[in-house]
């Protein structure tokens, strides 16, 4: 008996792919810069949303959608710094958000009432690497207690990514992470990096991510 071999991954991508590819059409027409925030669990996402939103409340209308494995802590963490609904994303042991999930989230929010949205995705950098979600850029998250390495064990979320945030670094006078390794291991694999250097604890470096953020609402990422 001959055995058919059906590719079910390849039609999920490539289903996923095209609600994606909806989901760009879509923002793109309400003129929403969007961020998929990626990073390993740990590095600080939640509070750098945090910090984010405290800096621009009242200045930008930020929407954001939030994804976790079994909770929806980091939805309520966020909910309480904005007056704006914090769609959660709660993934039910899933590594990642896809665009079916941000497509449902969206259908809940006022889209011409956004200036700016973030995605943040379940802490993994393997899954989300592979997952188109529709959004502007994706944004890596490399915090000062990881090691420096983590670009070259994980090519593909920091190739796939047009930002790099280096976090936590009120800590480097405690740990040992070299600074200027971790930038090499990241420009080796993609060299088109843009860096950010943030503590969201002490809120160091954070101007320039904020004006950032500003100059996309005036000035959009292409």
Same mark, same amino acid.
């Given at each position: 008996?001959?055995?058919? /071999?059906?590719?079910? @991954?390849? /039609?999920?991508? +490539?289903?996923?792919? *095209?609600?994606? &590819? %909806?989901?760009?059409? /879509?923002?793109?027409?309400?003129?929403?810069? =969007?961020?998929?925030?990626?990073?390993?669990?740990?590095?600080?996402? =939640?509070?750098?949303? *945090? @910090?984010?939103?405290?800096?621009?409340?009242?200045?930008? /209308?930020?929407?954001?959608? $939030?994804?976790?494995?079994? =909770?929806?802590? #980091?939805?309520?963490?966020? &909910? +309480?710094?904005?007056? @704006?609904?914090?769609? +959660?994303?709660?993934?039910?042991? +899933?590594?990642?958000?896809?665009?079916?999930?941000?497509?449902?989230?969206?259908?809940?929010?006022?889209?011409?009432?956004?200036?700016?949205?973030?995605? *943040?995705?379940?802490?993994?950098?393997?899954?989300?690497?592979?997952?188109?979600?529709?959004?502007? &850029?994706?944004?890596?998250?490399?915090?000062? $207690?990881?090691?420096?390495?983590?670009?070259?064990?994980?090519?593909?979320?920091?190739?796939?990514?047009?930002?790099?945030?280096?976090?936590?670094?009120?800590?480097?006078?405690?740990?040992?992470? #070299?600074?200027?390794?971790?930038?090499?291991?990241?420009?080796?694999?993609?060299?088109?990096?843009?860096?950010?250097?943030?503590? %969201?604890? =002490?809120?160091?470096?954070?101007?320039?991510?904020?004006?950032?953020?500003? &100059?996309?609402?005036?000035?959009?990422?292409?």
């Amino acid at each position: 008996m001959t055995v058919r /071999r059906i590719e079910v @991954r390849e /039609r999920v991508m +490539a289903r996923n792919d *095209e609600l994606a &590819a %909806a989901v760009r059409v /879509r923002l793109a027409h309400h003129a929403i810069p =969007t961020f998929n925030l990626v990073s390993s669990p740990g590095a600080g996402k =939640t509070l750098l949303l *945090e @910090r984010t939103l405290e800096a621009l409340d009242g200045e930008l /209308r930020v929407a954001v959608v $939030t994804g976790d494995v079994q =909770t929806q802590n #980091d939805a309520d963490r966020l &909910a +309480a710094k904005t007056d @704006r609904l914090v769609q +959660a994303v709660v993934t039910g042991g +899933a590594c990642h958000l896809d665009a079916r999930q941000v497509t449902e989230a969206l259908d809940a929010l006022d889209l011409d009432e956004i200036d700016l949205m973030f995605v *943040e995705n379940v802490g993994n950098l393997v899954c989300p690497a592979s997952w188109d979600l529709g959004e502007t &850029a994706k944004i890596s998250i490399l915090s000062v $207690t990881e090691g420096e390495d983590k670009p070259a064990k994980y090519p593909k979320m920091f190739r796939e990514s047009r930002y790099l945030v280096l976090n936590k670094i009120d800590l480097l006078p405690y740990v040992p992470f #070299d600074v200027d390794r971790a930038l090499a291991y990241a420009r080796e694999v993609n060299p088109e990096l843009t860096v950010f250097f943030t503590s %969201a604890l =002490t809120e160091e470096g954070m101007d320039d991510w904020l004006d950032f953020l500003r &100059a996309q609402i005036t000035q959009p990422v292409s």
